[in-house]
Every structure is written in structure tokens, then in C-alpha cells.
């Protein structure tokens, strides 16, 4: 393992999507969701600790999530695991820890990830990651994984390249947030454009370099702690409220000349929706995916079902294509076409004289 080498995985989303399995206190990456025995979070450190040694492995959350993450992971030291005191999007929290690590090795090259994403082709993906490290060690690059699309899905980012001689990887030409369906079918016709994962790679003198250029108020602010020290979560505590609220891609690399990306077929999922995980979930004859003991159907196909209480028994007759979801404090039932609206459904639940306990 090279010791230059290291992990941030942000793990601080509270993936309302999946409500009522994700809630507040206990958000989707904490959670098994396929029924693998291992949660989202636990599956991206496994994946990752092949390539990097576990005290190079930093996770950032949301202070609300250090304990239950500390709980998941103890395998990480509890240093690596940090607390961001508001939700401020990816640039914030990119700069926090590229600061944090530079103060340890200011040689260090960094992979950058969500805590909750499925990825099949484990093997496909760990040698996309060690070309990353090598050509962010050797150039002044800021790095994407770009998942080469199998359908035109307007619920991803796509990411523009410009075809080169070498076939590993490409200069990126633009960056295009969740197109309508027209434009999502004339990426693919086009065959320059890949899913964007949210899967970054760069040195972190580039990205540090790149975010003076590109965000310096925000730099300075961050510039104003001194990093791995007992007085930095004071600190930190004072910046937040007053950072902006941008992502990495609007701030940074839709900005820069020196993106590059790496095509990749990793058998990839942002398992944003209950669609998504009805897509990558085993089945039973009648295409039902179960994950929950006890549960009986007839003349029911095509649903996705979970029951949290195992000792509770289900029947469920007559439903095609539906969502099933019970636990401790609510049960979800809807179309499988209507999972973009189950945010909607918490946002009524939260209008509600005391909806919060529902969340």
C-alpha cells in the first residue's frame, strides 16, 4: 500500500428518498439496504481498505452521525472520523479535509467518495482508482470516475469528454446536472458523455491549488485554523455558519481547465431511489424483491418489499409494482413510478402536529 495515498468518504446525507427506512436519527448509508449483511458505509470502507491503509481513511459526516459511524467502522481511528457542524454541500467539506490531510502529508494524493453508492465490479473499480493515484501523483489533474451510461437517466449529472489517443482517460469538456430525457437520449447517441458518480481523485496540492483560484473567500476562511489540533473544532464551529453552500462541481471543476476523467464500468449505482434499489435487489419468480421473512403474496409481481420487525408476518395480495415499506414508526405503500415523490410525502408528514416522530 502506498502510504501517500488516502480516502475521504462523505457519509453525511440523510437520504430522505428512502424514508421511512432512512430518517434523521439513522439516514440511508448506515443501513444495509441490499441485504448483504454489511451497511452502505461498511461496503465502501471494505472496498476502499484494499488500496489504502485504514489510518490513511477519513470519513466526514454530519456531528450527528460521528458516534453511529464510530459504532460501524471501529476499525477507523476515531481522529479520522469528523463531524461537520451544518450541511454546507461538497466544497465545504472537500477543503475541510484536504486541509486535515495536508497537515499530516502534504504529499498525500486523495480519493474522494459517497459512503452509499453500489459498486459490482469491485475489482474493475480498485484498478480505476490506483490509475487515478498514479496520474494525480504525476500531473496536475483534479480526476473524475465516469460511469459509462447504460440508459438515459435524468436522475444523474453527465460528464462531456473530449475523445483522445489514449483510451484510459480524457480531458473533460463540460459538466451537465440531470438533463431532461430529449437531451439524456442524445448523450448516449452521442457516445461522449458518462454518468457522473460523484468519485473524485486529485493530489492535494491541485485541489488546494484549484480552490485559491476558484473559491478563495472560502479559502482564506479555512485558511484561519490550524488543523489536528485540540483547538480545530472550535474553529471549524466558527466558520461554518458563514461559508457559502456550493457543490465541488459548480464550484471548482466546471471552473477548471485541468479536469480529466476515467471511463469506467464498475457496475455502478447511486441506489438514490427504492427504484434503483428494486433494480440491483435479488428476486423471486413472481420479480418480487423480498428481504423480510414471513412475508406471503399472491397475484402480487414486480414490488419491492421490506419488513424491519422479522417476527412480523405479511400478506400482500394484488399489488404490481409497488413499494412496501414497514417499520418501527411508519409504513410506506406507493406506486413504484411515484418514488421521486416519497420527499414530498415527508415534507406533508413534517406539516403535520408532531410529524417529526415519524422521521
Known amino acids: 500500500m502506498n502510504n501517500d495515498n488516502y480516502c475521504v468518504i462523505m457519509a453525511g446525507g440523510i437520504g430522505s428518498r428512502f424514508w421511512p427506512m432512512s430518517t434523521q436519527k439513522f439516514p440511508k448509508q448506515f443501513h444495509d439496504i441490499l441485504g448483504t449483511g454489511r451497511t452502505m458505509i461498511q461496503q465502501t470502507y471494505d472496498r476502499i481498505s484494499q488500496l489504502i491503509p485504514k489510518e490513511n481513511i477519513y470519513i466526514i459526516t454530519n456531528q450527528e452521525y460521528v458516534e453511529l459511524t464510530q459504532q460501524q467502522l471501529p476499525e477507523v481511528p476515531a481522529s479520522n472520523i469528523v463531524g461537520e457542524p451544518a450541511m454546507k454541500n461538497t466544497s465545504a467539506c472537500n477543503l475541510y479535509m484536504a486541509k486535515k490531510i495536508e497537515a499530516v502529508n502534504p504529499n498525500a494524493n486523495i480519493i474522494v467518495m459517497p459512503a452509499d453508492h453500489l459498486i459490482l465490479k469491485e475489482r474493475a473499480f480498485l484498478e480505476k482508482v490506483e490509475l487515478g493515484f498514479k496520474l494525480a501523483s504525476e500531473n496536475d489533474y483534479l480526476i473524475t470516475l465516469g460511469i459509462t451510461p447504460t440508459r438515459p437517466d435524468t436522475g444523474y449529472g453527465y460528464i462531456q469528454f473530449i475523445q483522445q489517443n489514449n483510451e484510459n482517460y480524457s480531458k473533460v469538456k463540460t459538466f451537465t446536472e440531470k438533463p431532461d430525457l430529449d437531451i439524456a437520449k442524445s448523450f448516449m447517441e452521442s457516445g461522449?458523455?458518462?454518468?457522473?458518480?460523484?468519485?473524485f481523485l486529485w493530489s492535494v496540492k491541485s485541489i488546494l491549488k484549484a480552490f485559491k483560484k476558484f473559491l478563495p473567500e472560502m479559502t482564506n476562511q479555512f485558511n484561519g485554523c490550524d488543523y489536528n489540533v485540540d483547538g480545530e473544532k472550535e474553529c471549524i464551529g466558527l466558520i461554518y455558519p458563514i461559508v457559502n453552500k456550493v457543490s465541488i462541481d459548480n464550484g471548482i471543476l466546471e471552473k477548471a481547465n485541468n479536469v480529466y476523467v476515467i471511463p469506467a464500468n464498475l457496475g455502478w449505482s447511486d441506489l438514490g431511489t427504492w427504484t434503483s434499489v428494486y433494480a440491483n435487489a435479488d428476486k423471486?419468480?413472481?420479480?418480487?424483491?423480498?428481504?423480510?421473512?414471513?412475508?406471503?403474496?399472491y397475484n402480487s409481481k414486480g414490488n419491492v418489499i421490506r419488513i424491519k420487525n422479522q417476527n412480523k408476518a405479511a400478506v400482500i395480495d394484488g399489488l404490481k409494482n409497488y413499494i412496501i415499506v414497514d417499520t418501527e414508526k411508519a409504513l410506506l405503500i406507493c406506486p413504484r413510478d411515484n418514488d421521486q415523490l416519497i420527499k414530498d410525502y415527508v415534507l406533508d408528514l413534517k406539516n403535520l402536529k408532531k410529524g417529526e416522530r415519524f422521521m
Not at 192 to 199: E, K, S
Not at 284 to 297: E, F, G, P, R, Y
Open 284 to 297: 423471486n419468480d413472481d420479480n418480487n424483491a423480498i428481504s423480510s421473512k414471513n412475508v406471503l403474496t
Open 192 to 199: 461522449d458523455f458518462l454518468w457522473n458518480a460523484g468519485i
